[in-house]
């Protein structure tokens, strides 16, 4: 069995104390656990603010050499904590257990997990605690797997291990049809698919990293989702077959990180395209939604969004980029949010992105861009309706009713 803690869950010696009991119960009923968790609360966000007290843009290398840390403290004291209740329990870095990435720093992607060393400490009857975010390159570097890692961590392992259970306890008891602190009225979702969850994860639901989301579909790892502060059932994010998948639409998120670049008149000619993003890419910028829209005397005008941490290097590159290509203005405007609908059921219903626009007219919100995949829909919209958008659009839809009530049943197929 693989658990994974996250920050919150261990943010104080208490609430190690209660992950350390916790683990032990399931310790207990005979099952060899392995634990991974994340550094204590906010430890990450200060490490960052430390590093750029520091230097304007500290290189990745070191950044990594401090952001382990964080896990370094977290695994030691869980350990600690174990040990103390009674059990044997022994604390492993990313490296030590052999967790082997790309050079990629701060954003490294697993290559390998070895699993000898944990299988041993197992086979000993130890309770063994895994750094999470962590891992190490060809050249023994340490590398982490970017915000919420060690999501991803805890896959790899349960995959690699071929675990029964990878089992994620966050600060919330599951995965919701709405961030409840906007939709009072949210429910808990019973099961979610795979890419489901990924959209909803990448569509700006924080409660699970999207490669490690991705990770277990490769893997077919099953994952549970649960608070650590009580004992729900959580949700279950796996296989779902489009026979039992009835849901058209099983969540609604929001995304405030976003902001909107305008180049106005380009010329209307075949690469123009091209040497903008390409030079966005270049610098490693992702571009999310994509419009252009053509106007008269073969000009054109694009519109692209970018995450808001993103904007001043992208407005940098696209000033230079449209100078080049004789545009007459650049715009931007960082006042926008996004609000997706996420659900496989769409592909084969139609209607669903008119009833979410029908919503967000009826209130009045206008629509800046659009895009749309086989289970998605997504509005720009301005970030001051963005609450408001998520509860018309979730009372649209019905959300509240997808509770446990809608778990699969054969018939409804
Ligand atoms: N501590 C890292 C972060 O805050 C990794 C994690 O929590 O999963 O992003
Ligand atoms: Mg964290």
């Known amino acids: ?18 992950v350390a009991q916790r683990v032990v119960a399931t310790h207990r009923t005979g099952k060899p656990v392995v634990v991974v968790v994340s550094a204590m609360g906010d430890t990450t966000d200060h490490l960052i603010e430390l590093a750029h007290q520091i230097s304007a843009r500290p290189p990745k290398r070191e950044m990594d050499m401090l952001l382990s840390t964080g896990e370094q403290v977290s695994i030691a004291l869980l350990a600690m904590a174990i040990q103390e209740l009674g059990e044997e329990a022994i604390s492993l870095t990313g490296a030590q257990v052999g967790i082997r990435t790309d050079s990629t720093h701060m954003k490294a992607r697993i290559q390998e997990v070895r699993t000898e060393r944990i299988l041993r400490e197992l086979e000993q009857g130890r309770i063994v605690i895994v750094a999470g975010f962590q891992g190490i ?23 690699a291990l071929q675990a029964e259970r990878c089992e994620i306890y966050t600060d919330v008891d599951g995965v919701y049809t709405a961030d409840p602190r906007v ?10 698919a795979y890419g489901e969850m990924l959209e909803l994860a990448s569509l700006g639901a924080v409660v699970l990293q999207p490669r490690a989301v991705e990770y ?9 989702v649960r608070s650590s502060f009580s004992d729900g059932p959580g949700t279950e994010v796996r296989e779902v077959s489009p026979m039992e998948n009835a849901r058209v639409v099983v969540g609604v998120t929001y995304d405030r990180n976003v902001a909107k670049v305008v180049v106005v008149d380009v010329p209307d000619r075949p690469g123009v395209a091209h040497q903008l993003f390409d030079a966005l890419a270049r610098e490693e910028i992702n571009v999310d939604m994509i419009v252009q829209t053509t106007k008269a005397q073969q000009v054109t005008d694009v519109l692209f969004t970018v995450t808001r941490d993103d904007l001043p290097r992208a407005l940098e590159i696209t000033d230079e980029v449209a100078r080049k290509l004789g545009a007459t203005a650049v715009h931007h405007d960082a006042s926008v949010a996004k609000v997706s609908i996420v659900g496989a059921g769409m592909m084969s219903h139609p209607g669903v992105a008119a009833r979410m626009f029908g919503a967000l007219g009826e209130a009045g ?18 970030e001051v309706h963005v609450e408001e958008a998520v509860r018309r659009v979730h009372r649209a839809f019905h959300l509240d009713q997808l509770g446990s009530a809608a778990a699969p049943k054969a018939s409804q197929a």
């Open 137 to 159: 390159d060809e050249l023994n570097d340490i590398t982490t797997l970017g915000r919420g890692g060690s999501d991803t961590t805890a896959v790899a392992l349960a995959a």
């Open 365 to 382: 919100i206008n629509i800046h861009v659009i895009s749309t995949s086989e289970i998605k829909v997504s509005c720009l919209i301005d």
């Open 1 to 18: 069995m693989v658990q994974k803690y996250g920050g919150s869950s261990v943010a104080d010696p208490d609430r190690i104390r209660r």
């Open 183 to 192: 939709v009072p009225e949210a429910a808990r979702l019973e099961w979610v």
């Open 216 to 224: 277990a579909a490769q893997y077919g790892v099953v994952l549970r």
